[in-house]
């Protein structure tokens, strides 16, 4: 064979080689997805990461239905005036306990935008979108980056952002994020103390995240709202133990500090206690470091025990403490809002354990709920009782308690728009569970953005209102323009920050036999009083 021939085979080799080579790479390197939402829903370390309208159940079955009633709610307003609002928050998990939590949020989300969007008439509507940032929000970056195209674009117009249901610290970087770029965020389930606006005696506000609002009372007030309760029920004298988590974590951490700033009259109970959890929905050993707390907790003489931790770690903690006998006492266990979910965790063998072989609780848990379906009727025929017993006559109607009322009449409301949508043949997976709290607070959470978008002042009827527009209403939602929520009036105060928000006690009882039983106690208010007349803010406000 001639010498340019070989050369000229061996060039062809080499450029085969390396248009192989480049194939071979662009086939590794395509983004692996799991189907097309607003844009392709990326599979990221085996969850589909990204953001969707159009009923996909990003792999949960539990939500296949509600993300359906979604996507079909959205096709009937498509070609009204309509902006868009996303609902942020994980949205695959392994644990059946926390697939139902997503059902019940969802279920909340899409109630909340049928009655946003039928309740006033008005428009804009609100066209929902599911975000899924991931197992912790540990890919929330790339879902922001989504929101904010979606926030530019025409076709989309996003208004808001809501759901964020644990307080993490990606959680804050998304929220720091969105704000930063002017779209309003309605935290509706973050607790934590970290992830909110700060407001000052002279009515002011230090915005760190400017355009964010909270409708769910923060670790702090929660925890000033039990120091009420307990003290409405001469309790506050209890022999009390602070046993938290270490594992940095938000809520965990804000939840300790509020529990450890209540000022106890009684006597001295041990020092706190401290226990390390892998992570939120990860056991690890501490099962083991239970054993040995529940242990100290025994030889001490601590009756009330208050548990700054997840509810996975609480579980855990209840049981060793029940199954380490403790000379027969009996303890109360006090967390916060994240425990509403403890009872969907719970099985028949924990209620016995929690019971014992007598049939006597050794064990209850009590927390602090953001809602609860039994609060307006239990408190308002409570107050109706003492009226008539100090004033010999029933109370007319307009001496009856707003603070109470109103709410009765939004959950109400709720009530209705289930069964309207159960008679329409609107599957959602399974009935509303409203003993979580869950669908109640983000039901709430729709209704008050659609609040704000509404109220946006307008020319022309069919003007869809800017993101900035929409954020300021926040601080103007209170007095005449108070939101009737089914957790409680919504009055916001210049920071965004629910004031004087109500919260509901609970308590988790294994009673005396079969399942135990979750009971609505009565109501503790951070101020230590119920909210005002027309739920008009002081200038005084904390």
Not at 68 to 90: C, F, G
Not at 387 to 397: F, L, S
Request: glycine letters at 8%.
């Amino acid at each position: 064979m001639p010498r340019w021939k070989k050369i000229l085979y061996a060039l062809l080799a080499v450029a085969a080689a390396v248009a192989g080579g480049m194939y071979a790479c662009a086939v590794i390197q395509k983004t692996d997805t799991c189907t097309e939402g607003i844009e392709a829903i990326e599979r990221i370390d085996g969850e589909c990461v990204g953001v969707d309208g159009a009923g996909y159940d990003f792999g949960t079955h539990e939500i296949q239905d509600v993300a359906k009633a979604i996507a079909s709610e959205n096709k009937r307003i498509d070609d009204q005036p309509h902006v868009t609002v996303a609902m942020m928050l994980p949205l695959q998990s392994a644990r059946p306990a926390l697939r139902r939590q997503m059902r019940s949020d969802l279920q909340g989300a899409y109630l909340g935008q049928r009655q946003a969007n039928e309740g006033e008439g008005e428009p804009p509507k609100i066209r929902l979108v599911l975000a899924n940032p991931g197992r912790d929000y540990e890919h929330q970056d790339k879902v922001v980056d989504t929101l904010l195209r979606m926030a530019d674009s025409s076709e989309h117009q996003l208004r808001a952002v809501t759901g964020f249901n644990l307080t993490l610290d990606t959680t804050e970087k998304a929220v720091r994020r969105l704000t930063e770029h002017g779209i309003p965020v309605l935290a509706s389930r973050a607790s934590g103390d970290d992830i909110a606006n700060e407001d000052r005696a002279d009515g002011m506000a230090k915005l760190r995240f400017p355009g964010l609002a909270r409708i769910i009372p923060s670790n702090g007030d929660a925890a000033k709202a039990l120091a009420d309760f307990r003290r409405e029920q001469g309790r506050e004298d209890l022999k009390t133990v602070l046993v938290y988590d270490r594992r940095p974590d938000s809520y965990n951490q804000s939840l300790a500090r509020a529990f450890n700033g209540i000022e106890e009259t009684g006597p001295p109970g041990p020092a706190a206690m401290s226990f390390e959890s892998p992570a939120i929905d990860e056991p690890g050993s501490t099962g083991n470091e239970f054993t040995l707390t529940a242990n100290n907790i025994c030889d001490s003489e601590a009756d009330t025990v208050y548990f700054a931790g997840r509810t996975l770690h609480l579980r855990i903690f209840a049981l060793k403490l029940a199954q380490v006998g403790c000379k027969d006492r009996h303890y109360t266990i006090v967390s916060g809002s994240d425990a509403a979910s403890l009872r969907q965790s719970m099985t028949r063998k924990d209620w016995d354990q929690l019971r014992g072989e007598d049939g006597k609780a050794k064990v209850t848990v009590q927390y602090a709920a953001p809602a609860h379906p039994d609060a307006w009727s239990t408190e308002l025929a409570a107050w109706t009782r003492e009226w008539e017993r100090t004033h010999d006559r029933e109370p007319a109607k307009a001496e009856l308690p707003q603070y109470l009322t109103e709410p009765e009449a939004a959950l109400d409301t709720l009530k209705k728009r289930i069964r309207t949508t159960h008679d329409e043949g609107i599957r959602l997976g399974s009935a509303p569970d409203l003993e979580d709290s869950r669908t109640m607070l983000v039901y709430d959470g729709l209704v008050t953005i659609g609040k704000a978008l509404h109220q946006v002042p307008k020319d022309d009827a069919e003007e869809v209102p800017d993101r900035k527009e929409v954020g300021q209403q926040w601080s103007l939602l209170q007095s005449r323009h108070r939101v009737p929520g089914t957790s409680g009036l919504i009055c916001l105060t210049s920071g965004g920050n629910a004031y004087d928000k109500p919260t509901a006690i609970v308590e988790l009882d294994p009673g005396r036999e079969g399942d135990g039983k979750l009971k609505f106690v009565g109501l503790g208010w951070p101020t230590g009083r119920p909210q005002p007349k027309n739920c008009v803010i002081p200038s005084s406000a904390p």
